[in-house]
């Protein structure tokens, strides 16, 4: 029940994540500059004279390096997300959520904004204290200054993504160009400038179901509550090795005490980790009193079933891509039948020659010019209007022509079958004598 003057809802408490050192801060950063290099680096990647990786919406075209995917070829898509989901579950199982707090972008991309804050506006303490503190010309010169590097980070992010979906070197000013960088900038700032820890608790679904993708074998960041317990400032007497410094929940990027057991929110980042080492190195006890471990306390096993079947869905769906990509066709080749304004599917013209007209499209899906020639196949006698052989192909296109089929007088009444046929690519399709 609401009770009168309270709310639902609980007001976001502010998190002020303290800089910590350490051998996995310096892991974090060395996988976070390599992300970033390929995020923003990609755009600018050319193959065979064209972007590598581009998203051509108006073009209805993907471009792959050497692969050029149109809307029928979306099942490759489908197989490359599936791969990708089996692959983080295998991952969350053998090391619990060491995708969030290492490799998801909403992780890189929030440290890199709060590493632009403690420039400015300094580490924890200073930063609360200046929240706390009236304004001031200090205060806003600081507030500005890590709003203009945002909005510059912002603005740098919002033309690499862009340039995910409109050629990176050619970007000009254009409505449809200038709406997607304003929007991704906006989005950034949003996102890893105010929104940040909350997108993990509230909005991605990962977080949801990590659970059934974790067991007791699993990687995950506990605090070792039989070392730490009871709990005790550093000159107390009878207390465990935790020293109640609060050093771990002041890095925690999530505002949570790792020592209150593992939570949903906790993205298994080890900053309390480094946190709490140091301070262990301090007071000259063992470090790992916050680790990585698993819910059994024992190493992790990666020899278990659930990885076992994980292992053997990645190879059955990587060898079934591999497969369809080897052996895809140069060319896509379709035909669908032309009905007349009158409904009719066939015409016969005053002279007794009976047509049939089709619309085909012809889609060149490689990286490189082909020149092809149309043909019909399987009805003797038949000539074939409305295309000029040969047909050069540009590297992606789509080709829409409306053919025709004739027959000469003196057929007999039904159905006959034949196909087009474009090099080793055939499409079967029917002509119909009235
Ligand atoms: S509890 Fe530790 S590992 Fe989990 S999110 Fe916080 S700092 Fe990272
Ligand atoms: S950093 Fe270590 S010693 Fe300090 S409160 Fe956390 S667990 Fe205890």
């Given at each position: 029940m609401n009770l009168p003057g309270s709310s639902f809802t609980a007001a976001r408490?502010?998190?002020?994540?303290?800089?910590?050192?350490?051998?996995?801060?310096?892991?974090?950063?060395?996988?976070?500059?390599?992300?970033?290099?390929?995020?923003?680096?990609?755009?600018?990647?050319?193959?065979?004279?064209?972007?590598?990786?581009?998203?051509?919406?108006?073009?209805?075209?993907?471009?792959?390096?050497?692969?050029?995917?149109?809307?029928?070829?979306?099942?490759?898509?489908?197989?490359?997300?599936?791969?990708?989901?089996?692959?983080?579950?295998?991952v969350s199982a053998l090391a619990g959520r060491m995708w969030c707090g290492y490799a998801c972008p909403q992780t890189i991309l929030s440290q890199a904004f709060i590493m632009v804050e403690r420039w400015w506006e300094g580490d924890r303490a200073a930063r609360i204290r200046l929240d706390k503190a009236g304004w001031t010309i200090a205060k806003l010169t600081r507030k500005l200054g890590k709003w203009v590097c945002w909005s510059a980070m912002g603005g740098y992010l919002g033309v690499t993504a862009a340039g995910y979906f409109f050629p990176i070197r050619q970007l000009t000013v254009t409505p449809s160009i200038v709406l997607t960088v304003i929007f991704f900038a906006v989005w950034s700032l949003f996102e890893f400038g105010y929104f940040r820890e909350q997108f993990c608790s509230y909005v991605c679904p990962y977080a949801r179901f990590q659970g059934a993708m974790l067991d007791d074998e699993s990687l995950v960041v506990a605090y070792d509550q039989s070392r730490g317990e009871p709990r005790g400032k550093l000159k107390s007497s009878g207390r465990g090795s935790c020293i109640d410094c609060t050093a771990c929940v002041q890095a925690c990027p999530m505002g949570i005490d790792i020592r209150t057991g593992l939570q949903l929110e906790c993205i298994a980042c080890a900053a309390c980790v480094d946190a709490c080492d140091e301070v262990m190195d301090r007071v000259g006890q063992e470090r790992g009193l916050i680790r990585y471990t698993t819910y059994t306390g024992q190493d992790p096993n990666p020899f278990r079933p659930r990885v076992a079947i994980y292992l053997g869905l990645i190879t059955v769906l990587g060898s079934l891509l591999v497969y369809l990509l080897v052996n895809r066709s140069p060319l896509a080749l379709d035909a669908v039948r032309v009905v007349s304004p009158g409904g009719q599917l066939a015409v016969t013209t005053p002279d007794g020659h009976i047509s049939n007209v089709f619309k085909v499209h012809l889609i060149n899906r490689l990286a490189s010019p082909q020149t092809v020639n149309l043909q019909a196949e399987g009805l003797p006698g038949a000539d074939l209007l409305g295309v000029t052989n040969p047909i050069q192909l540009e590297p992606g296109q789509v080709m829409e022509a409306q053919v025709m089929m004739l027959l000469p007088p003196g057929q007999h009444h039904g159905i006959r079958p034949f196909s087009f046929r474009v090099g080793n690519t055939r499409k079967e399709a029917t002509f119909v004598v009235p």
């Open positions: 408490r502010k998190i002020y994540p303290r800089a910590v050192h350490g051998r996995y801060r310096n892991l974090r950063n060395g996988i976070s500059l390599a992300l970033q290099a390929i995020l923003f680096g990609v755009p600018w990647l050319q193959w065979g004279g064209r972007q590598a990786i581009l998203a051509d919406l108006p073009g209805r075209k993907l471009y792959l390096f050497g692969l050029v995917l149109h809307p029928q070829d979306t099942y490759f898509l489908h197989l490359l997300l599936i791969l990708a989901a089996v692959t983080l579950f295998c």
